[in-house]
């Protein structure tokens, strides 16, 4: 399919959608609030900024990258934690409203997509793309194609335990790794260590206005990326659990790239860095086989929109063995 798509991210908090031209460029975009917990308000909403953008622009088909278990025909969102939809057909519904051919995908599929197309895996074929957040999502494309698994479901790394029987997640399982290396794990260290350990984390304090319970990660990395010693320790755990969890992922699927977006990857230097320090040193084979590389991700906020837009362009071909990319 050739022309302009529109890719549209679907969070719990917000709905981005763009227009997206066949060399990845994001040409136009729009935003509406997530009315979360009413699944008809949330189809209206996608349907609204769609049609907005079609008033300007000659659109031949919509992605919608959801974060949630999407189907193996890319067509239902069996579960989505942060939404009320359960076995939503997503794809039937908007392809009447729109009268427009729709993909629905994972949200960090559609962001590995991206990344791999236009953005710092461009040059791979075999990437595993990660994404900092709340939470740990994650994408795999190996030979050039989507990873997806035999459901749909493929690449849910953040569910992966680290620790068995360790802090509870909002899965319903123990010691998952977005437990330990996540945005909000970040953000937990910081705070423990302006309750216990305050002259340690005095600038943390000062940043949240003297109290701990205000600290946000926002917070944690200008002032990591400004020396203070607190914030760099706070980065030098959740390297530490990022880049072990990298090594357990490259025993598996082997990748030449990993790719690290995600809000905490505003971060820069100050978590790449940790990471693949603890990537290598505990990397299966160390000294005796090629390591992967560990980059940022380059498309930031764009980047599901951009991978949904272009999945609605190619639709099922990027997931059938044999295919062009």
Not at 26 to 34: D, G, K, V, W
Not at 224 to 236: E, P, R, S, T
Not at 271 to 282: C, I, K, S
């Amino acid at each position: 399919m050739s022309g302009l798509t529109v890719g549209v991210d679907v969070g719990g908090t917000k709905i981005a959608a763009g227009v997206v031209d066949e060399d990845g460029k994001l040409i136009a975009s729009t935003r509406r609030e997530t009315p979360a917990t009413d699944t008809h308000m949330v189809l209206e909403a996608i349907a609204d900024g769609v049609r907005e953008l079609r008033t300007g622009h000659d659109i031949v088909g919509v992605g919608i990258g959801a974060a949630g278990f999407v189907d193996a025909a890319r067509a239902k969102v069996m579960f989505a934690p942060n939404l009320a939809w359960r076995d939503e057909d997503l794809r039937g519904e908007l392809s009447i409203a729109l009268d427009l051919p729709v993909v629905v995908e994972n949200d960090a599929n559609s962001v590995a997509w991206a990344e791999s197309r236009f953005g710092a895996g461009r040059d791979h074929d075999d990437l595993v793309a990660i994404t900092i957040g709340t939470g740990v999502g994650g994408g795999i494309v190996t030979n050039g194609r989507l990873l997806r698994g035999g459901f749909g479901v493929a690449a849910e790394i953040g569910h992966i335990t680290m620790v068995p029987y360790g802090r509870r997640c909002g899965c319903g399982l123990q010691g998952c790794w977005e437990q330990y290396g996540s945005g909000r794990a970040l953000v937990g260290e910081a705070r423990e260590i302006a309750r216990h350990s305050p002259a340690f984390a005095a600038g943390l304090i000062a940043a949240a206005g003297g109290d701990p319970e205000a600290i946000t990660g926002e917070m944690v990395t200008a002032a990591a990326q400004q020396g203070d010693v607190g914030a760099l320790h706070c980065f030098d755990e959740i390297g530490r659990w990022i880049g072990l969890g990298l090594a357990q992922l490259a025993a598996v699927l082997d990748p030449t790239l990993f790719v690290i977006g995600g809000g905490v990857s505003a971060a820069g230097e100050v978590l790449r860095g940790r990471v693949e320090e603890t990537f290598r040193a505990n990397l299966t084979g160390r000294g005796h086989r090629p390591v992967a590389e560990v980059r940022l991700a380059e498309l930031g906020w764009e980047s599901g929109m951009v991978g949904a837009a272009d999945l609605a362009r190619t639709n099922d071909d990027s997931a059938v063995p044999g295919s062009d990319r």
